[in-house]
């Protein structure tokens, strides 16, 4: 007669601990937090798609309003048909910083941090899904503002390379989103975020060659303008509707493209070592 299997026999065999469980991608968790990150914003998008879009078209209404006439054309367009692609992915990129930084810090502050770091996603894993949340919004307020700008009166917002513009708008928003990532991994409290928006991203974003062509300012102000990555973001993304840009594309999507990789790496490894996110 067979002996009888005991229960402890039959007991499921637990992998040592320290031993991975999934091997690979796991691509059910980037799903998850994903879908995580996209719903957090989309419960609110009166606040976080609408609302920006609605204050992009102020923008452009008071500077059509007041300078169109004034300005003339600029790079053989007329202003307005200048300024509206400037004022798209000014739009999507703030709000992309915003969003990444917001969902760090929100979880820093209230301590559910621990429910992200915990689950089985790797750094790289986590990281994506930060970013692409980031994007995702960028573009939502982006294709927003350009339903917006299409009904519009004197505004072609046409587009001349699509690619281009994907491009520069997925690169810049992965730029910013990136960018927010590192500050709500720095911040301690909703002020340092706001300080990181009020003296860096705005500042850069406004003096970039949204509002006017860098070709009219003085040769140190140029100088300024061309250290400013964010020219190059704006330029290209522009030059992808009107076909015409200020700087060779070639070298934007080196420069946005290089800090993308350079945000990347800074952020895996603060991620990578707990620094302020690990009690």
Not at 33 to 54: D, G, H, S
Not at 105 to 133: N, R, W
Not at 143 to 165: C, F, K, T
Not at 181 to 193: E, M, R
């Amino acid at each position: 007669m067979q002996a009888p299997v005991s229960p402890q026999s039959e007991a499921p065999v637990h992998p040592e601990p320290g031993v991975p469980v999934i091997l690979g991608v796991n691509w059910l968790g980037i799903r998850t937090l994903y879908m995580k990150e996209v719903r957090r914003f989309f419960k609110v998008q009166t606040q976080t798609i609408w609302a920006p879009a609605i204050t992009t078209m102020m923008f452009l209404a008071i500077f059509t309003l007041a300078l169109g006439s004034a300005k003339g054309n600029v790079l053989g367009f007329p202003y307005a048909t200048f300024l509206a692609p400037g004022l798209i992915i000014m739009g999507m990129v703030q709000n992309a910083f915003q969003n990444s930084l917001s969902s760090i810090i929100i979880a820093k502050v209230q301590g559910t941090i621990v429910d992200v770091l915990m689950p089985p996603l790797s750094h790289g894993e986590l990281l994506f899904c930060y970013a692409a949340g980031a994007v995702t919004r960028a573009w939502l307020v982006g294709i927003a503002i350009w339903l917006a700008m299409l009904l519009w009166p004197g505004v072609d917002v046409s587009v001349a390379n699509p690619l281009q513009v994907f491009f520069f708008g997925t690169a810049g928003a992965l730029m910013l989103g990136l960018l927010g990532v590192l500050t709500g991994i720095w911040a301690d409290k909703f002020d340092h975020g706001a300080a990181v928006t009020n003296f860096l991203v705005q500042p850069l974003t406004l003096l970039s060659g949204t509002f006017y062509a860098i070709d009219r300012l003085p040769p140190v102000m140029q100088a300024i303008s061309r250290g400013n990555p964010f020219f190059y973001m704006i330029d290209g993304f522009r030059a992808g509707f009107i076909g015409v840009a200020e700087a060779p594309p070639l070298l934007g999507a080196i420069i946005v493209g290089g800090l993308c990789a350079a945000f990347w790496a800074l952020a895996y490894a603060l991620l990578k070592s707990g620094w302020k996110l690990r009690a």
